[in-house]
Structure formats: C-alpha cells, structure tokens
C-alpha cells in the first residue's frame, strides 16, 4: 500500500514548491516550539526542527511520509530569523548589505509507519549587494517580507537585493530543497516520475 505524503508546516511558499511535484499530498500545522536550546548551533537548530516538525504530526498521521523542513540565516554566527515587522526588516536588510549570508535548510522525511527519519541539511549561500536606505525602503514598500528569514524574498523582488547566490537546489532558499526531497522520496519507494 502507498504512503500518504504529508507536509508539515503551514507556509504557502513551500506548499507551493511541493506542489510542483504533481504528488497528493496534505497539509498538517506542527505546532512545534522552535526556541534554540542553550548554545545550539544555527545548522543543528535547523535540522533538529525539521525532524521535530516531521514527528510533531506522526500520531496523526502514523501510516504516512512526512516532511519537515526549517532554515535559519546566518552571518558571522549571528541568527537572522523572521522580521515580524518593516522597522526590524530595515534593520535586518542593513545588517546584511553587502554580507554573503547562509540560508541553511533543514529537511526530513519521516516514515511514521517505521519511525526512520532522513535527515539533511542543505546550504545556499547568498550575497547581498551594498544596499542603499532607500533601496531598502522602497523593497519592503513593495515587498514586505516579514515573515522571511534575512527580509527578502528570492522568488520575488528580493532578487534585486542580491548580487550572486550559491547552492545546489534554488528551492532550498525558498524553503523546500526539492531536489534533496525527490532523493528521499525515492528512497521511500515513491515515484515522483
């Protein structure tokens, strides 16, 4: 009998990168707390809230593949989370002008049938480009992206704040490395082709 494939997480962007795939899956919230242990590494936080994420809607869903992803951005050791607002957008943006900045994503799939979890961390390293005030101004007037980790959005007109990006999935940076998914997937037995 085929799995489920179950999405756990409420974000539209990755909803949308799952559903390039042509799959059926569903969506479940994981309510998962997400406060960094004390002296937790930004990639260990990552990849520990992705497998949380993926085991927080098991019971629910305990015959199913289930995805869990989480990405922290860092420069220097320092955590850039989500905004929640313009004025500490603006503060983050010139924080991270012309910084190269590691979008680091976190992404498991659980089998909740036998409890194995595949666990990965994928990197995309992204350069920002000295950013002016207004620059910075006019993006989030036109793109407030608030609840984006580092205020910009890549897949919009947050491209236009960087100069160049390295990794090995452009999906990764959005939220859901697909490329790295369709691996596990497989791995699972489940065609994605």
Avoid: W
């Avoid at 809607?57 to 995805?67: G, R, T, W």
């Avoid at 595949?118 to 992206?145: H, K, M, S």
């Amino acid at each position: 009998m085929s799995q489920k494939l179950i999405l756990a997480s409420t974000s539209p962007f990755r909803r949308e990168l799952l559903s390039r795939l042509g799959i059926p899956f569903a969506v479940a919230n994981p309510q998962t707390d997400e406060s960094a242990h004390p002296g937790e590494q930004p990639e260990a936080l990552a990849l520990r809230l992705s497998e949380a994420k993926a085991r927080a809607v098991a019971n629910e869903y305990p015959d199913a593949l289930i995805i869990g992803s989480d990405q922290v951005a860092t420069v220097d050791g320092k955590v850039f989370g989500k905004p929640g607002s313009h004025e500490r957008a603006v503060e983050q943006l010139k924080q991270l002008s012309g910084k190269t900045v590691n979008f680091f994503t976190g992404l498991c799939l659980l089998n909740a049938r036998t409890g194995e979890a595949d666990v990965r961390g994928i990197p995309t390293l992204v350069t920002f480009r000295d950013l002016t005030e207004q620059e910075i101004e006019n993006y989030l007037r036109r793109e407030p992206a608030y609840n984006c980790a580092g205020s910009a959005k890549s897949e919009g007109l947050g491209i236009a704040l960087m100069s160049s990006m390295r990794g090995d999935d452009p999906n990764a940076l959005v939220g859901l490395p697909l490329i790295a998914l369709c691996d596990m997937l497989r791995r699972q037995g489940m065609a994605v082709l």
